[in-house]
């Protein structure tokens, strides 16, 4: 909203006095140069104060019969809709603690009658200068939070869509990972939030991380689209050599987001928990894992989270050599697995969580694996 009058529009000031004659006066001396309303009584002076279009300025006496104007001025202030309304009390009463009762109530001025027209003119003009000032700064200062909140919300989609876009090219290389991409985002979620009040986690797991973390864990097996076809898609269980190929995945995930962070030129934290995921989720607690061998607190939590969700979903899920298997069996698996395949903290939080985590594979498993048309829950 403009708060600077156009040239030909005057300001309006309500003049709030008992006293006939001096409602009369002081419409004499302002109507030349403002447009002026006027009341008789304290009642009346909200009214007008509350109704559109409002005073720029109010010249408020202090005894009235009723409620005094100190009282109107109070709830003025209080008002949401009236307190930006500058007050210049006027007054018969010169002494110094109704001067400074008026001012502590928030009032701008206070001028003692009698007084010269002159003087009046000259304090409104001051206070409506200094009004229309403040309200521009602030009118500034709101439009520049709203293009802050604008571009940080241009920027998230950015995000967003990076994400989509790279997931996307693994969805392409194989039908089931669209499920599995939906699941374990769902997954790692969970086991974030459940674990943010843990004396361990709780200095990393704010909500902003576990936010960057549901949003980065589909990138988890990027890496897969530089795997060939006939290791990848094969309908069989690995050979030895085939698996090393396979376990190749992890690298050429950090390797590509670390190319997107080159071409950004910039740090971006989102990027910075894929990569993490990407590269390190098949790490073990006990450092038998894949590509790096490192163990316990080294492994970075993000991967510690997704390395439970992926197994987790790997067993319940159907693969082209085999059924899905119960959710009681993927719950042997990770209990075995327990401080040497995963983190036992991160194992307590999924027996934890485990209703969620059978609520997750129920609500997802009738999706395709045509995930780039089912990609709402990025935005959600």
Same mark, same amino acid.
């Given at each position: 909203?403009?708060?600077?009058?156009?040239?030909?529009?005057?300001?309006?000031?309500?003049?709030?006095?008992? !006293?006939?004659?001096?409602?009369?006066?002081?419409?004499?001396?302002?109507?030349?140069?403002?447009?002026?309303?006027?009341?008789?009584?304290?009642?009346?002076?909200?009214?007008?104060?509350?109704?559109?279009?409002?005073?720029?300025?109010?010249?408020?006496?202090?005894?009235?019969?009723?409620?005094?104007?100190?009282?109107?001025?109070?709830?003025?202030?209080?008002?949401?809709?009236?307190?930006?309304?500058?007050?210049?009390?006027?007054?018969?009463?010169?002494?110094?603690?109704?001067?400074?009762?008026?001012?502590?109530?928030?009032?701008?001025?206070?001028?003692?009658?009698?007084?010269?027209?002159? %003087?009046?003119?000259?304090?409104?003009?001051?206070?409506?200068?200094?009004?229309?000032?403040?309200?521009?700064?602030?009118?500034?200062?709101?439009?520049?939070?709203?293009?802050?909140?604008?571009?940080?919300?241009?920027?998230?989609?950015?995000?967003?869509?990076?994400?989509?876009?790279?997931?996307?090219?693994?969805?392409?290389?194989?039908?089931?990972?669209?499920?599995?991409?939906?699941?374990?985002?769902?997954?790692?979620?969970?086991?974030?939030?459940?674990?943010?009040?843990?004396?361990?986690?709780?200095?990393?797991?704010?909500?902003?991380?576990?936010?960057?973390?549901?949003?980065?864990?589909?990138?988890?097996? %990027?890496?897969?689209?530089?795997?060939?076809?006939? %290791?990848?898609?094969?309908?069989?269980?690995?050979?030895?050599?085939?698996?090393?190929?396979?376990?190749?995945?992890?690298?050429?995930?950090?390797?590509?987001?670390?190319?997107?962070?080159?071409?950004?030129?910039?740090?971006?934290?989102?990027?910075?928990?894929?990569?993490?995921?990407?590269?390190?989720?098949?790490?073990?607690?006990?450092?038998?894992?894949?590509?790096?061998?490192?163990?316990?607190?080294?492994?970075?939590?993000?991967?510690?989270?997704?390395?439970?969700?992926?197994?987790?979903?790997?067993?319940?899920?159907?693969?082209?050599?085999?059924?899905?298997?119960?959710?009681?069996? !993927?719950?042997?698996?990770?209990?075995?697995?327990?401080?040497?395949?995963?983190?036992?903290?991160?194992?307590?939080?999924?027996?934890?969580?485990?209703?969620?985590?059978?609520?997750?594979?129920?609500?997802?498993?009738?999706?395709?694996?045509?995930?780039?048309?089912?990609?709402?829950?990025?935005?959600?």
């Amino acid at each position: 909203m403009n708060t600077i009058k156009d040239l030909n529009e005057r300001f309006t000031i309500l003049v709030v006095d008992d !006293a006939p004659e001096n409602l009369a006066l002081m419409s004499a001396v302002l109507r030349d140069i403002y447009r002026v309303k006027v009341a008789n009584n304290g009642e009346k002076a909200l009214r007008i104060a509350i109704s559109e279009p409002h005073p720029d300025l109010i010249l408020l006496d202090v005894m009235m019969p009723g409620l005094s104007g100190y009282e109107v001025c109070e709830r003025l202030k209080a008002d949401p809709v009236t307190r930006g309304i500058p007050v210049i009390f006027l007054t018969a009463s010169a002494e110094t603690d109704d001067e400074a009762r008026g001012l502590e109530l928030g009032a701008v001025d206070y001028i003692v009658k009698p007084v010269a027209p002159s %003087i009046v003119r000259a304090r409104i003009d001051t206070h409506l200068k200094l009004k229309a000032s403040a309200d521009f700064l602030r009118d500034k200062a709101e439009f520049l939070e709203a293009e802050v909140k604008k571009r940080t919300r241009e920027v998230q989609a950015v995000q967003d869509i990076t994400i989509l876009t790279m997931a996307s090219l693994a969805e392409t290389r194989d039908n089931e990972t669209g499920n599995h991409i939906r699941r374990t985002q769902h997954y790692v979620r969970v086991l974030a939030q459940q674990l943010q009040k843990h004396p361990r986690f709780r200095d990393t797991l704010d909500d902003n991380v576990i936010d960057a973390l549901y949003k980065s864990a589909p990138l988890h097996d %990027i890496g897969k689209v530089g795997i060939p076809d006939r %290791i990848l898609l094969k309908p069989g269980r690995f050979m030895s050599e085939e698996f090393e190929i396979m376990k190749t995945h992890s690298i050429l995930g950090k390797n590509t987001i670390e190319y997107a962070e080159r071409q950004l030129n910039t740090k971006v934290d989102f990027l910075s928990y894929a990569k993490e995921i990407a590269y390190c989720h098949h790490e073990k607690w006990d450092g038998s894992g894949y590509p790096l061998g490192i163990a316990g607190n080294e492994i970075p939590v993000s991967a510690r989270l997704m390395a439970i969700a992926d197994v987790y979903d790997a067993v319940i899920s159907p693969r082209v050599y085999r059924g899905p298997m119960p959710h009681d069996r !993927a719950k042997a698996i990770i209990r075995d697995g327990c401080g040497s395949h995963f983190d036992p903290d991160v194992v307590e939080a999924f027996f934890e969580t485990e209703d969620k985590f059978l609520s997750i594979g129920r609500v997802y498993s009738q999706f395709t694996g045509d995930w780039a048309r089912n990609t709402n829950f990025l935005f959600s």
